[in-house]
């Protein structure tokens, strides 16, 4: 819902794992200077030693998930809280607000006419939809996700299936989305350049169409 009080414009991103996210955010950033934050980079940066979210997740699941220079192992801490779904509901009671009151700072320091767009998974997961203007969710089809996942990340087909299941699908991310932007790639095509500008050409075109009509 709308902030009457709020100077910018604030866009919630959200997608399943494959969709292109991060390359529309890219899109975003350098065609349009939109400013971007994705909240796993904001949960790794308080994870870091000496931040009170670091001390709080120590504190509570015990020095044996710090490797040998003292960072938080991530390996180590997914394989307890995945084993454990009351650990994994500790976690995200630990990480999860201060990651939100990151972006909500982020959003109240907007100046006018700027544009800020938080790529999260915790927006629907946490229903806070209504800290957003509004929601865009990034799709593409099952088999260019896969690709994308078993290519540039090194995901085997199975496991990209496994982490599919675990997630909202499309259609039920559908029902809190505002917005739809289409991500496909374009396989017919030979040349990787020309690919990649085709991409941003149709990811452009959509954008291009919400920034009219949100006059942005």
């Not at 085997?156 to 917005?179: C, F, G, P, V, W």
Request: with cysteine; net charge negative; aromatic share 6%.
């Amino acid at each position: 819902m709308r902030d009457e009080n709020r100077k910018g414009f604030a866009i919630g991103l959200m997608g399943g794992i494959g969709s292109g996210k991060s390359f529309v955010l890219e899109v975003m950033e350098k065609e349009y200077g939109f400013k971007i934050i994705k909240t796993d980079d904001v949960s790794r940066n308080q994870m870091q030693p000496g931040e009170a979210v670091f001390n709080s997740v120590v504190e509570a699941f015990g020095e044996g998930i710090l490797d040998e220079e003292g960072f938080i192992d991530r390996k180590k801490l997914a394989g307890i809280i995945y084993a454990d779904d009351a650990k994994r509901e500790l976690l995200d009671e630990l990480t999860h607000p201060p990651v939100i009151e990151e972006v909500d700072r982020q959003i109240r320091e907007l100046k006018e006419g700027e544009v800020l767009v938080a790529e999260s998974a915790l927006i629907v997961d946490c229903n806070i939809m209504d800290h957003f203007d509004s929601i865009w969710l990034v799709e593409a089809p099952l088999e260019d996700r896969l690709s994308r996942l078993t290519g540039k990340r090194k995901i085997t087909r199975e496991h990209a299936l496994s982490i599919m299941e675990n997630q909202l699908s499309d259609e039920e991310y559908e029902k809190h989305a505002d917005e739809i932007i289409k991500n496909p790639d374009f396989k017919d095509v030979n040349d990787k350049f020309m690919m990649r500008n085709m991409a941003v050409d149709f990811v452009m075109k959509q954008l291009q169409a919400l920034k009219e009509k949100y006059g942005l």
